[in-house]
């Protein structure tokens, strides 16, 4: 069965560094998504992308968090100057598009980002 | 996405069934009930969807009230492997799939051996 497919598994990376998060969404998905959960709290959609750029983003999803499809086939998100708050298991997530309604959305397994 | 309220925790028996309600008596005419479910250390994963008939797929049922306002998961026989957080998500048709979705506390299942 298709799937997400998400690296690195696990990340530590000092504060105010930059760090990467890769994502490879399922192939025939057109619609890329990022969630992150802090330990022990709720699952939080961060940004929605299609066609090339930016559909949807959450409050959280501020000017130092940016998100790129530099090629056919993946998906990064990038956190330009990390915080001690950033720390979280980050999801991405892909679904094809929905013409009728209530599309499945498929998560990878997660990158933990430790910020120390 | 419309509200849910949902138990924090359920307990069940290894074979038995399990029925983990969810209310949402302010869905609207084209809001989708969906569940997820969050194995420990997992990204969520589906489980089922419907708009106002009950649905069966091979992991669970949805029956969903007749006037919408509350709906059932059904896992008919759970397996230790069910043990997780299910989330109920109500989900409105925004054309596409761009929306993400609002996650809440969902229900923690426990299944006894």
Redesign the interface.
């Known amino acids: 069965e298709p799937e997400?497919t998400q690296t690195p598994s696990h990340q530590v990376t000092q504060m105010g560094q930059e760090v990467i998060l890769r994502c490879v969404p399922i192939s025939n998905h057109?619609?890329f998504?990022w969630?992150r959960q802090i330990l022990g709290q709720?699952?939080?959609?961060?940004?929605?992308f299609?066609n090339n750029e930016i559909?949807?983003k959450?409050e959280i999803f501020d000017d130092q968090f940016s998100v790129e499809r530099p090629d056919g086939s993946n998906f990064t998100l990038k956190i330009r100057s990390t915080k001690l708050e950033d720390s979280a298991m980050y999801?991405c997530?892909s679904?094809?598009?929905?013409r009728?309604?209530?599309?499945?959305?498929?998560?990878?397994?997660?990158s933990w980002l430790t910020v120390v | 996405d419309a509200k849910t309220t949902q138990p924090n925790s359920m307990e069940s028996n290894e074979e038995e069934p399990v029925h983990l309600p969810c209310n949402h008596s302010t869905i609207s005419g084209t809001d989708y009930i969906h569940w997820y479910r969050q194995l420990p250390s997992q990204g969520p994963e589906y489980v089922i969807h419907g708009l106002t008939s009950n649905v069966n797929n091979r992991m669970a049922s949805l029956a969903i009230a007749e006037d919408r306002k509350s709906s059932t998961l059904i896992l008919h026989r759970a397996t230790l492997r069910d043990a997780a957080v299910y989330y109920c998500i109500l989900r409105v048709y925004s054309g596409g799939g761009a929306d993400g979705l609002t996650f809440g506390k969902g229900t923690h299942l426990i299944i006894q051996p």
């Not at chain 1, 709720?42 to 929605?48: G, H, M, N």
């Not at chain 1, 679904?95 to 929905?98: M, Q, V």
């Not at chain 1, 009728?100 to 997660?110: D, H, M, P, R």
């Open positions: 997400v057109l619609y998504y969630y709720k699952v939080e959609f961060l940004v929605s299609y559909s949807e959450s999801f997530a679904s094809p598009y929905d009728v309604g209530g599309n499945t959305i498929y998560f990878g397994e997660g």
